[in-house]
């Protein structure tokens, strides 16, 4: 993508990378008892109809927890394991352990920290922190970092395990501009680069957009921040 790294310097934020996502993990697993309380409280509220009228957040977070409900008890999650066509179920079946378990954790954990959820991580959410670490260098050291940084501050919905990106590429001298992010928006985010890179092709500049598999939204949201307002679709 026009960016040559140092072999040397890759080799040590790839170390400092793998240091970084296993400390963001651990401060996840940690705050695990913050997490059940955090989720009793909502559940119990929720019960009570506290959300109803509260916050969009709460109103939203209760909308999620009722339709993924839904989906469980109608049937129609696992609608396509009945499928007539045994490719279609075999491949259908790769995903129905992930369906339950974002089933039961939609139920029993809070929306606002769905992103803490292991069968994320094993779905929808990178992490392999080689990868990630050469990604931020390539990103700090592209034409076009003053427009990925703005797209690299990660959102509080879900509440994702961060990492500090300053901390992935200090052979540069100006660190000041490198944001909180997640390993996965990175990754997403490193896609725009290389369409653009390679492509010569931005993607604020299209009319519609169809993803498949578009996970929990991190591509999609990441690519509305960045000026798109035409017409995403997700399959």
């Known amino acids: 993508v026009g960016v040559e790294l140092d072999a040397g310097e890759v080799a040590v934020v790839e170390q400092q990378a793998r240091l970084l996502v296993e400390e963001s993990y651990k401060e996840m697993q940690e705050s695990r008892q913050s997490l059940e309380e955090e989720s009793e409280a909502f559940f ?14 709460d109103r939203l977070a209760v909308q999620v927890v009722r339709d993924v409900t839904h989906l469980i008890s109608s049937g129609a ?29 939609f139920q029993t954990v809070s929306p606002h ?13 990178y992490i392999w922190y080689p990868s990630v670490a050469r990604e931020v260098m390539m990103l700090r050291r ?25 901390l992935l590429d200090h052979f540069l001298e100006d660190q000041d501009d490198s944001p909180l992010s997640s390993s996965n928006l990175i990754h997403q985010v490193f896609h725009l680069n290389v369409l653009r890179s390679v ?3 931005s993607t604020k500049d ?3 957009i169809v993803e498949f598999g578009g996970g929990y939204g991190c ?12 017409t995403y679709v997700i399959l």
């Open 77 to 105: 999650a696992l609608e396509p394991l009945n499928h007539p066509d045994e490719a279609f179920r075999e491949s259908a079946s790769l995903w129905e352990t992930f369906t339950r378990s974002a089933a039961e954790a």
């Open 113 to 125: 920290r769905f992103l803490q959820k292991g069968w994320v991580h094993q779905s929808m959410f």
């Open 199 to 201: 492509a010569n092709f």
């Open 44 to 57: 119990a509220a929720m019960q009570r109809g506290l959300l109803e009228s509260g916050e969009e957040r």
């Open 219 to 230: 591509l999609c949201e990441a690519i509305h921040r960045g000026g798109f307002n035409g």
């Open 206 to 208: 299209a009319s519609l």
């Open 142 to 166: 592209s034409a076009g970092w003053d427009t990925w940084r703005p797209l690299l501050v990660e959102s509080q919905v879900g509440g994702p395990p961060l990492i500090d990106t300053s």
